[in-house]
């Protein structure tokens, strides 16, 4: 691929995962992404088969970049402490305030049943692999995957209700939960 192609796709991508970010996967149509990235319509399909091919593989880099942060949580302290760690930064004000970066699944989760399987099979690998990852041991595994659960609900009600004390208090009792 040239390195002209490759930045035109590179730029394609990263305006879909800020749309994937803002609004979910479901939302932005093909002129959307192509608008935000500055360029045309028709020079999509050099690029990728489908809305759904770009939207796929966004979704996936999304979910490796988080589980690949999570991995920067000291990985010799206890499972437990790494999860309380994670929860601090997960579930603070910043990552709530901001809707162009971090975690897709807060504004993705309740369109997914809508859409074609790869994306529940896409999820459902991300939280096999994320709960292992956050765990020292394999009984660990289901109360990794509950504090997953936990901070992406408390993220979701926290980015719906929207700056202020409701929403502060959402994420202050999410993160006094994750245990």
Request: hydrophobic share 45%; aromatic share 4%.
């Amino acid at each position: 691929m040239s390195d002209k192609k490759a930045q035109t796709r590179e730029r394609i991508l990263q305006a879909a995962a800020s749309a994937i970010l803002q609004n979910g996967p479901q939302e932005p149509g093909v002129a959307d992404v192509m608008a935000a990235a500055g360029l045309t319509v028709g020079g999509f399909y050099a690029h990728f088969g489908s809305k759904d091919a770009l939207m796929l593989e966004v979704f996936e880099q999304l979910l490796r970049k988080r589980r690949d942060l999570m991995a920067l949580v000291d990985p010799s302290l206890p499972g437990k402490e790494r999860r309380v760690l994670a929860a601090g930064f997960y579930l603070s004000r910043k990552h709530r305030d901001a809707t162009c970066s971090g975690c897709p699944l807060p504004s993705s989760v309740s369109a997914l049943p809508q859409l074609p399987e790869a994306y529940r099979e896409l999820l459902a690998e991300h939280l096999e692999l994320l709960s292992a990852q956050m765990c020292e041991s394999p009984e660990e595994v289901d109360q990794a995957l509950a504090d997953i659960v936990l901070m992406v609900g408390g993220m979701a009600l926290a980015r719906a209700l929207g700056e202020g004390d409701l929403s502060d208090r959402v994420l202050r009792a999410a993160k006094s939960a994750v245990i």
